[in-house]
């Protein structure tokens, strides 16, 4: 099957890659960039283990073929980390709150937060669970999860972080 060129930025990075017609974003990001921190866990763009973030918007990117993502502006969790390694303040509130256990929705959940708090920096409890709807775990029960993106919520506006009582 005739390849197809690519060019896009991943992680701030220019990129050019041959693909197939085929291959779907997260084949290509996982298997040809070697950037596994995106997982694969249903298929059916149901969990959003494989959700990054292209060109201002959380995509499931199990869910579109390479040759879509032509021209696009692509960050994984990879590039959520400054480059001194400091983490994100997502990435911070994920481990402070204790937001997973098998870690398998992370990156994903992740993303998905980024997006959310660009969105929304100051998101209500039930703004939160509605805008990670389409990011399953199934661990967590999700609370800490929720905890981890109030903690980073905080930290980006500069404001205390206030556990609420459960
Ligand atoms: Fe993409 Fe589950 S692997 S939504
Ligand atoms: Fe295991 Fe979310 S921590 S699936």
């Known amino acids: 099957m005739?390849?197809?060129h690519i060019e896009l930025t991943i992680n701030g990075h220019p990129v050019e890659a041959l693909v197939e017609p085929r291959t779907l974003l997260i084949h290509f990001?996982?298997?040809?960039?070697?950037?596994?921190g995106a997982h694969i866990g249903c298929d059916t763009s149901h969990c959003g283990a494989c959700t990054v973030d292209l060109d201002g918007?959380?995509?499931k990117s199990c869910t579109m073929f390479a040759v879509q993502a032509n021209?696009?502006?692509i960050t994984t969790i990879e590039g959520m980390a400054a480059p001194d390694g400091t983490l994100s303040a997502l990435q911070e509130g994920f481990r402070m709150m204790h937001g997973l256990q098998c870690g398998y929705c992370t990156p994903g959940m992740i993303m998905r937060s980024h997006r959310l708090l660009q969105e929304n920096p100051s998101p209500t409890e039930?703004?939160?669970?509605?805008?990670i709807g389409g990011n399953l775990c199934r661990c967590t029960g999700y609370q800490n999860i929720v905890k981890a993106i109030q903690y980073a919520a905080a930290k980006i506006n500069g404001v205390p972080f206030e556990e609420a009582a459960e």
């Open 126 to 131: 039930a703004e939160i669970r509605f805008g």
């Open 29 to 36: 990001i996982r298997e040809q960039q070697n950037l596994t």
């Open 57 to 59: 918007m959380s995509v």
């Open 71 to 73: 021209g696009a502006s």
């Open 2 to 4: 005739a390849k197809a």
